[in-house]
């Protein structure tokens, strides 16, 4: 069973920036993609960012040019750069791994920011 653990969310004022990290328990470099989502209150989850195997990257068009999707294999860890922050960026982050069919998510860190 594959586990994720998010960290580096906080409150951060806007224009600011916040680096999130997840942590998987296995190697990452089996999995087919690690993505990022967030889901703000009321609203539905939505795909912020995602890296593959190969390190291809893909963005959402709200967070292209402020957002940095990154993976460091050695220490099992993904990680998402959030630069030029904005109110709107004010979520609960989750971890998604794609491994064949199975899909394992963290438990969420939280992202406000402030105007």
């Known amino acids: 069973q594959v586990q994720l653990a998010e960290s580096g969310g906080g409150l951060v004022q806007a224009g600011g920036s916040l680096r999130l990290s997840c942590v998987a328990s296995?190697?990452?470099?089996?999995?087919?993609?690690v993505k990022w989502y967030r889901q703000a209150q009321g609203k539905q989850r939505e795909l912020v960012a995602t890296?593959?195997?190969?390190?291809?990257?893909n963005y959402a068009d709200s967070v292209k040019g402020r957002f940095t999707i990154s993976r460091d294999n050695a220490k099992n860890t993904v990680y998402l750069q959030m630069n030029s922050l904005k109110p709107d960026d004010t979520a609960v982050y989750y971890c998604?791994?794609?491994?064949?069919?199975?899909?394992?998510w963290g438990q969420g860190t939280q992202v406000t920011v402030s105007s």
């Open positions: 998604n791994a794609v491994l064949l069919w199975q899909n394992f």
């Open positions: 296995g190697s990452i470099f089996s999995f087919n993609a």
């Open positions: 890296i593959t195997s190969s390190s291809s990257t």
